[in-house]
Every structure is written in C-alpha cells, then in structure tokens.
C-alpha cells in the first residue's frame, strides 16, 4: 500500500524537476510519476541549451519575466547544484537595413523586459567576438550562455530526491480521478497514486493530464526541431552561440558551441502532431547545414558525428497564435491542481522561477512549514578530464579505479562510471550512464565503450545482459548469446 502524498507531479523533465526541489523546501511528501526511465528524455534535454537573455519575448509576458529571473539566477544555481554553465554571451547576427531595425527593436523591448547586457554592435567588434562569422553587424547579448540540459535537470532532480521526493519511472499517468474526501487518485502504468495535491509538468503530454483534470479546451502542437552535432575540432572557432536575425515566432537557424566543446546545428521548425517521432531525413539535414552557412561558414559532413530533435509544446489559440506560458490553478474544476500548460522555449532557463510561482500558488491555498532538513546544495561527478595533472594524480592515488579510462574520446574514468551506475535516482539505463557522464558522446559514438558499459551494469547491479536497456522499454541490448557455453 503506497503511503499518501501531500504532492504529486507529474513529469520530470526540467521544469517538473525543478517544481519537486523547490516543493522539497517544505515538510511535504512528495512524489514524482515519470513514464520514461529517468528524467530528461523528451523536451527538456532536445534542445539548444542556451540560457536565453530575455528580450525575444513580449515584455509582461510570462516567458519574459521568468526568463529574465532564471538568466540572473543561474550562476547561483550552478555553485548551488554543481552543474556546467557558462556565460559565454551570444549574437544575433543581420546585414540588411531590415536587420537593423528588427534588432534595434529587439533591444528595445529586452530593456523593457529587464534584460541585462544588450547592445549594437558593428562589424569590428562582431568579428573580435566572433572571428569567423558572416555578419555586418549584431546585437551582443553579455549575459545570454550555455549550459548541459541532462546535468542541469539531473542535478534539480537528485537534489529533490535528496531532499525527500520519491521518484517513480516507468510510470504513465493513464488517469486521473477525484475521490469525494477531496484526494486525488491517479492511475498509472506502475499501479495507482494518492495524493492531496497534484501538479501537471508533464510537457508534451500536458493538454492530456489537463484533459484528466477536467480542464479542457486547450490546443497544444508540436513544433519539432532538428539538429546536427558536429565534432569538438570545430569548437574553437564558434566562442557564442550565433543566431540571425528572427521572426516573430522563431528564432531561425542558428550555431551554439556547448558546454563541452562541440558545435550544434540548429534548428528548424516544423509543426507535427505525432510527438514520439523524432528522426532526423537528410534532406533536414542538409537545410540545417546550408542555411546556417550563411551565418558560420565551416559546417563540412567530416565532423559530423550525430544528429538529434526535439519538440516543443505550444499552446496556441484558435487562429493558431502561439501563447504564453499558462499556469494556473482552476479551483472551480480541479481544486488543489496546479495545471501547467505550453511551456516550452524559454523554459530551460526559466524552470526555476516557473517553479517557484507553481509553488506560490500553493501557498496562496495553504500554509507549508519550511523543511528544516532541506539542503540546496548538491555535489556531481567529478570531471577527470577537466582536472589539473597534480589533481588527477592525487585522485588517482585516492581511487585506482579514477586511472582506468572507460570512454577514451570523452576521457571517462571507471570510477565516474560507477558513480553514475549508482546514483541516487536509481536510474540503470545505458542512456542515464551516457548522460551522467559523457560517455559515448565523443567523436565513436561509443564504438569502443558501449559494452564495456553495459558489463559494467551487469556486474554492479546484478542484472542480466537481457535486463540491460538502452533508453526505453523494449530497447534491450541483447537478446541472448551467439554462442552456448560448453
């Protein structure tokens, strides 16, 4: 019999994450359903993981002034939670007269909003940023960066559970029903849940958990993006993400160095209705690589070494506008829900602020004591490669295990492989190892240490090589052996 929980949420993506940290501030029991096996394998890491500056959204919007606060905080966050991040600024790059008022605009509109750091720049200074884009001028966004969306959302989700919140994966919200006491009963593909309070995080599966609140009427689309990752050789001639000009709606075709050194291509946008299709055609491929050309002229097939998409969910009107942010509790059709709906780009860098008006509502409604245990700070895996010769020689002598290269293109030692297997989330698939760790995210691909991984797993958490899955259900490894043992 599961115990009840004071609060439920639904999803565990970044913004789902971040709602169970903050909710963990506080003497509730939580709990957190997931249908994927481990956070962060939909919207909130298929991105371009840029913490964006604020002024591309419309000043009193929701998305302005979350993405303003989440910008500012996210130094704080990343001392706090030890994550990479990095402050790197970006351009948005133009040629045209048309550019030039669009960006003069743009500014205008950023300094409303309360974003930092925004200024026209001419070519001269364009090209000491950025010396080998294509550009004859820019607006230069200071406080505008990059950060890894896996370990920004692993580390608000490691720090929740630290702090109390119970995480279920494999679970699937089915359905959702109120008893007459007023409790909430969800169903799910792990059993069933009962709590006082829900929240709907679920991202591209919100209009149904909405729908299962009983509040209806809301159209959510996808928008699917695609991207190219290129090889760490090209990092050092793109310092800041590099974007063009956009429209209303879209911030086109761009180039964003990442947190560890490689280049992303991307993206476009295409509206689509099936949200768990997520291929990559050449043709799309070969748009991304040409149009961004234009901007960042040293994209080549050779350094290619994987592409990726993600989907965004956006709440639109009934002439298809695209709309802000909603997060709500309607007390008239779900008392004691909080139903979050749309909350796309920007919300990797507001995740934190959304999370913090989710929790607010709450409060309006009722009274929470502060945990006296919880504890904001969270300690990662140690980068081996990142470390100094004389740091690596003494962790070594500390823990042989940190002298045995697993992953020799990302430099991934055994001992950060095991401490990854062992994480506090219980998460054991070869994607969670990938994404704790960086292995099998260099130049092979994990050509040569895919296996030594999943022995690994075998061995310290006693499964079968059967057992042992890639990302999802039904994404077995191995089926059996070749060769029966004499």
Known sequence: MRPLYDVLVIGSGVIGSAIARELSRYDLRIGVLE???????????????VVHGGFAYDTGSLKAKFCVEGNRIMGELAKELDFPFQRCGKVLVGNTDEDMETLKCMLAQGEKNGASGLELIDAERLHELVPAVVGKFAMFSSQSGILDPFQYTIAL???????????FFDSEVTGIRQHPDGHYLLSTSQGEFVCRWVVNAAGLGCKNISDMLGITGYNVIGSKGDYIILDKRTGPLLPM????????????IHVTNTIDG?????????????????GVPQENMDYLADSASLL????????????????????????????DFKIEIRDDLAPRAVNLVGIESPGLTAAVPIARHAVSLIKEREKLRENPDFN????????????????????????????EVICRCEKVTKAEILQAIHNCLGVSSMAGIKYRTRSMMGRCQGGYCQMRLEQMIEEELGK???????????????????????
């Not at 490689?262 to 509206?271: D, F, K, L, S």
Request: proline share 6%; hydrophobic share 30%; glycine share 8%.
């Open 35 to 49: 249908k994927n096996l481990d956070v962060c394998y939909e919207t909130s890491g298929r991105n371009s993981a």
């Open 296 to 323: 960042w002229p040293h994209i080549h097939k050779a350094d290619y070494i994987r592409n990726y998409s993600g989907i965004l969910p956006k709440w639109v009107d009934e002439n298809g506008v695209i709309q």
């Open 464 to 486: 079968k090589e059967t057992e042992i899955l890639y990302a999802r259900q039904g994404s077995q490894l191995l089926f059996g052996k070749v060769r029966k043992e004499a």
């Open 157 to 167: 989700a490691e720090n929740a559970c630290r702090n109390g919140a119970d995480y």
């Open 241 to 252: 993400p590099v974007y063009p000009v956009p429209s209303n709606t879209y911030m086109g």
């Open 262 to 278: 490689n280049v992303i291509v991307g993206p476009n946008a295409e509206m689509v209705s099936d949200f768990t299709y997520y």
């Open 376 to 403: 904001p700070c969270r300690k990662g895996i140690v980068r081996f490669e990142s470390l100094s010769l004389e740091e690596k020689a003494k962790l070594i002598k500390e823990n042989p295990d940190y002298g």
